[in-house]
């Protein structure tokens, strides 16, 4: 005790001497003055400073209050938004780019990613290494496997094999539990599932308190599987039931999906879409459809823009794909190097369904339908994190506004996850995810990719320009 007094006696005769530099603790965090704030729930702050120390945002004030920061960044003249989400990738699709994502997405501001499918025996590995303590990696969100039908599409024959068998509502309670005790943050259903098993993966589930993310099974109508579900990715399916023969195509789907000759998943999968896809898609029907898209209100739909509609947007025709390319492991840039010069030099590829795709994405948000931004990083010549930007441009191109666009890729993802007090906005308490741009995104949502510094985890990163 007399030892404590006596420090307490030193410390304050050496604050006396010292004065100002102990009349206050030591100034700590960082703070980017004179920035213009954007996120989807304040809209536009101007002249702000913000905050943050470690993995939290301390505060967001007036640029003319007094300010006490270990490090200070101006933000003149620049623009903070959110961490980005890309709210579709599979991050162990192909084992040579797994090691480079997590950098590759961090390097296009986005701090967030949902993987939406793969084996848990690879997946979680992964999760767990972007998971610990001073890793350099977005958070992670993860399903395990495509939750499939007996003729499971990706089954390993031909493609990654990232998709395993329900075969029975029995099998789908078991398999939602054991998922559960793995750690997985929500489920993917997929294709092939026969309508008692959906609605058993559905209740199980819910038990297990997990969301619950879906292609509209062949099986079924949007119009039932929709609502029954958190979200539906590449709008996949919904063009069969926006049709006034609708019951119809669903009957002969019942039909082929009994399989008797037992045509493998994936082969079956195709023969559907090419019999219904683009006949439905001729075969609209406004009434219809506002039927489908009123019973979707409260799914968000991840229209995948970049991978729908692709042929109306060859990301290798733009100027920066080369250097783009540049980013990816030899192997990699090769093999979509080739396929680009391949498409570029085939004849011009049909637009009907690329154009379906953004004429629906704009009314559903018209309706009021939620919209998440998704890539399905890395299939289809998708870069991991340059992607998710193609995938912005899409959605206003499809009449987002680029706030909404915004949206799509912070705030929907984030209540997604019931994440919404935490994430996807830009206010004191948040953690710690924003990326500062050069230019205004709401002038351009192209300039989202004009990313000067990224803020991860609390950890800052400057970006160069490719
Ligand atoms: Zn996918």
Request: glycine share 6%.
């Amino acid at each position: 005790m007399l030892i404590r007094k006596f420090q307490i006696a030193i410390t304050l005769s050496l604050c006396t001497l010292l004065l100002a530099a102990c009349s206050e603790p030591a100034a700590v965090g960082t703070a980017i003055r004179n920035v213009t704030v954007i996120d989807a729930v304040q809209g536009v702050r101007s002249a702000q400073t913000v905050m943050f120390d470690g993995d939290r945002i301390l505060a967001v004030q007036a640029a003319d209050l007094p300010i006490d920061a270990a490090t200070v960044i101006d933000g003149t003249g620049k623009y903070l938004i959110p961490g980005l989400w890309d709210f579709h990738v599979h991050l162990t699709y192909d084992s040579r780019l797994t090691p480079v994502m997590p950098a590759l997405f961090l390097r296009w501001g986005i701090t967030s990613v949902r993987d939406t499918g793969g084996l848990m025996g690879e997946i979680l590995p992964v999760v767990a290494a972007m998971r610990a303590t001073d890793s350099i990696a977005p958070r992670v969100f993860f399903a395990g496997p495509l939750l499939d039908g007996v003729d499971v599409v990706y089954d390993g024959d031909g493609r990654p094999e990232i998709g395993i068998a329900v075969p029975t509502a029995e099998t789908a309670a078991r398999i939602v539990s054991e998922l559960k005790d793995q750690g997985v943050d929500f489920i993917k259903i997929y294709e092939m599932v026969r309508p008692e098993v959906f609605d058993a993966l559905v209740a199980a589930a819910a038990a297990a308190g997990l969301p619950i993310d879906s292609h509209v099974p062949l099986a079924l109508r949007a119009r039932e599987a929709g609502p029954q579900v958190d979200s539906i990715e590449h709008l996949r399916n919904i063009e069969m039931d926006c049709t006034a023969n609708a019951a119809d195509l669903h009957a002969q789907r019942l039909q082929l999906l009994k399989n008797p000759e037992r045509i493998p998943g994936a082969d079956l999968r195709a023969a559907l879409h090419s019999l219904q896809r683009l006949p439905a898609v001729s075969a609209y029907d406004e009434t219809e459809c506002d039927a489908v898209i009123a019973a979707l209100s409260d799914t968000v739909m991840v229209p995948t823009l970049r991978l729908n509609s692709i042929n109306l947007a060859p990301p290798y025709e733009r100027v920066d794909w080369d250097a783009a390319l540049a980013q990816l492991p030899d192997a990699v840039r090769l093999e979509f190097k080739t396929e680009s010069d391949r498409r570029r030099s085939s004849a011009p590829a049909d637009v009907t369904y690329g154009e379906w795709s953004l004429f629906l994405t704009g009314r559903m948000q018209a309706a009021g339908v939620p919209i998440g931004a998704g890539t399905d990083t890395p299939i289809n010549l998708s870069i991991p994190g340059y992607s998710l930007h193609e995938e912005l441009e899409m959605l206003v191109r499809a009449g987002l506004t680029p706030l909404q666009a915004i949206e799509s890729a912070t705030l929907v993802p984030a209540i997604y996850f019931a994440k919404a007090a935490e994430m996807g906005s830009i206010e004191a308490g948040k953690l710690a995810d924003m990326v500062l741009l050069d230019a205004d995104p709401l002038a351009d949502i192209s300039n989202t990719r004009r990313i000067d510094l990224v803020i991860s985890k609390g950890r800052v990163a400057q970006i160069e320009p490719q």
